[in-house]
């Protein structure tokens, strides 16, 4: 439970980074979503908070269920120690709470190795499969939302009308001491991603 909460917070917490005029204290909702994703079953419970066309997402999951969520998307390589995974949607879960392997943008990947924490962005080729974007493969020392809000913000500019972040993490996920330098900010604001469009 220590560690469900942690990770909440951290995702609410860091989101006052977000560069907007908007208060960084919105309220979250609770969604219901369904998973249309091979071996997972049942509707899961969600928090939810909007930003007009931007909308942040936290799923917890039984491990069974993590598992099976990363395996449902073709990706060229396995996905080791992996800690917390932030999928970019291009979806309005006020619209529709059904989430499908083709709402999937791109994904960050934060991996824990020791007392550092690593960040690779999966981006889709055209044969549908995700690979890492070498340029944001870097250590990270948190999760924070103003990381994610940059990556949600070029897919607007791509033409996508809704972009949701939406972090998934599993119920063993555990709380770890990171001591790695955080040089993912300092990469998107040197050079924010120009993704294609759609």
């Known amino acids: 439970m220590k560690s469900t909460i942690l990770i909440i917070l951290i995702a609410i ?5 977000i ?9 979250s909702e609770g969604l ?3 998973l249309a994703f091979p071996g997972i079953s049942n ?3 969600a928090k939810y908070w909007a930003y007009d066309t931007i909308a942040l997402c936290n ?3 039984n491990e069974t269920d993590f598992n099976n ?8 390589e396995s996905l080791d120690s992996v800690y917390f995974i932030i999928y970019y949607l291009d979806l309005d879960l006020h619209e529709s709470s059904l989430i499908k392997p083709d709402n999937i943008l791109a994904f960050s990947v934060y991996s824990v190795d020791n007392t550092n924490m690593y960040h690779k962005l999966y981006m889709q080729d055209q044969a549908g499969i995700f690979t890492p974007d ?3 493969t870097c250590t990270v020392n948190a999760i924070r939302t103003k990381d994610p809000y940059t990556f949600a913000q070029q897919f607007l500019k791509t033409g996508h009308k809704h972009i949701t972040s939406l972090f998934v993490y599993s119920d063993q996920t555990k709380e770890v001491k990171i ?7 300092g990469i998107l604001e040197k050079a924010p991603p120009a993704f294609p469009a759609k």
């Not at 917490?13 to 980074?17: F, K, L, M, P, V």
């Not at 969520?69 to 060229?76: A, M, Q, R």
């Not at 001591?179 to 900010?185: A, F, M, P, Q, Y």
Request: hydrophobic share 30%; with cysteine; aromatic share 8%.
């Open 43 to 45: 509707y899961k419970a």
């Open 32 to 34: 219901t979503l369904e």
């Open 134 to 136: 070498n340029t944001y």
């Open 69 to 76: 969520f990363t395996e449902g998307v073709s990706i060229s």
């Open 179 to 185: 001591n790695s330098v955080h040089e993912l900010t």
């Open 13 to 17: 917490a860091t989101s006052c980074n």
């Open 19 to 27: 560069q907007t005029r908007r208060s960084c204290e919105a309220p």
């Open 59 to 61: 799923l917890m999951l």
